[in-house]
């Protein structure tokens, strides 16, 4: 969802007072359909958004049209910013329009709002073709972001190695349906996964933050270190053009189109951590991919396929 979009729904709710989904889609020049989910989407976030049924019903907002957003209640302020900062982390439109949203509010509500606003963010570039449910733990989090409250979190690390850490969360990142918590620790900044928290507490002691910390700047940082220790190994291989795409899926931003060749063949650089890791992607392809370098790389496959060979020959 668009995070100016619903800026623009909730705005146009509070002119008109009751609307239609019809005259939703009609005013921000969506389908129908865009825009009974984004006022669906406001409803289920907490904003006091509700559907009157029947001839004359539509779409109200809790206690009729106003100009400002002074009608919102703390718990529904914090909603709101929830709903739309994620949504507004890939554009700077919708960033502007959070701000002058923000300044909208009754002053008592702004620093929580904003708070909330920057509480979370969205990658849409994924580490792993996974789906992975929202874990319930994420809106302990959110919380204490906003809040600017330690957290305890019981912790295991990839080895699966658990321990015990109070933590100050300073944001949570969306990156393709897995969740990670960056916060400050005793040791500086750690990224957490948080679908491998296996217990957290929120404390009332308060969180301590940075005041020049930003979380897409840090969250860039991150991004960086593991997408350098990701591309460890680089491989260049032909392929003919029409299976490119294909290919690209499988290494996403590590899959380069070097150049394209007279017989509908490409020149591709990909990359993985080890060679090992590349040849397995690759092996599926048989002969329909040609490992040009590294050596490693094709010792790895010649081994894979000398296994096979052994395995099911007759």
């Known amino acids: 969802m668009r995070a100016d979009r619903l800026v623009a729904a909730l705005l146009f709710l509070q002119h008109r007072g009751r609307v239609t989904a019809a005259e939703l889609a009609e005013e921000l020049e969506v389908s129908l359909a865009t825009a009974r989910r984004d006022l669906e989407a406001l409803a289920a976030a907490g904003i006091p958004v509700y559907p009157q049924p029947g001839r004359g019903g539509g779409w109200s907002l809790v206690g009729g049209a106003r100009t400002d957003l002074s009608g919102l209640s703390a718990t529904e302020t914090q909603a709101?910013?929830?709903?739309?900062?994620?949504?507004?982390?890939?554009?700077?439109?919708?960033?502007?329009?959070?701000?002058?949203?923000?300044?909208?509010?009754?002053?008592?509500?702004?620093?929580?709002?904003?708070?909330?606003?920057?509480?979370?963010?969205?990658?849409?570039?994924?580490?792993?073709?996974?789906?992975?449910?929202?874990?319930?733990?994420?809106?302990?989090?959110?919380?204490?972001?906003?809040?600017?409250?330690?957290?305890?979190?019981?912790?295991?690390?990839?080895?699966?190695?658990?321990?015990?850490?109070?933590?100050?969360?300073?944001?949570?990142?969306?990156?393709?349906?897995?969740w990670y918590l960056v916060a400050g620790t005793e040791r500086g900044q750690r990224t957490f996964r948080v679908d491998r928290t296996i217990e957290a507490e929120s404390s009332e002691e308060p969180a301590e933050r940075p005041d020049?910390?930003?979380?897409?700047?840090?969250?860039?940082?991150?991004?960086?270190?593991?997408?350098?220790?990701?591309?460890?190994?680089?491989?260049?291989?032909?392929?003919?053009?029409?299976?490119?795409?294909?290919?690209?899926?499988?290494?996403?931003?590590?899959?380069?189109?070097?150049?394209?060749?007279?017989?509908?063949?490409s020149r591709v650089r990909i990359a993985a951590p080890t060679p090992l890791d590349i040849a397995r992607n690759l092996g599926g392809w048989g002969a329909m991919v040609e490992v040009l370098e590294p050596v490693s790389v094709q010792a790895e496959l010649a081994r894979i396929g000398a296994e096979l060979a052994r395995r099911y020959s007759r």
Request: glycine fraction near 6%; hydrophobic fraction near 40%.
């Open 80 to 178: 709101l910013f929830l709903l739309l900062g994620p949504a507004a982390s890939d554009s700077g439109e919708a960033k502007t329009a959070l701000r002058k949203l923000v300044r909208a509010l009754p002053q008592t509500f702004r620093a929580d709002a904003a708070a909330a606003a920057d509480a979370v963010m969205s990658d849409r570039t994924a580490w792993s073709g996974l789906e992975r449910p929202r874990p319930g733990i994420v809106d302990l989090l959110q919380n204490a972001v906003v809040a600017r409250r330690k957290v305890r979190l019981t912790y295991a690390n990839a080895m699966r190695q658990q321990s015990v850490r109070l933590v100050d969360p300073w944001g949570l990142v969306d990156k393709g349906d897995t």
């Open 212 to 265: 020049d910390f930003a979380l897409d700047r840090a969250w860039r940082e991150v991004v960086g270190e593991v997408e350098q220790k990701r591309s460890r190994t680089w491989a260049s291989v032909l392929i003919e053009d029409r299976y490119v795409p294909i290919l690209r899926d499988h290494f996403g931003r590590h899959c380069h189109v070097d150049s394209e060749l007279d017989d509908g063949r």
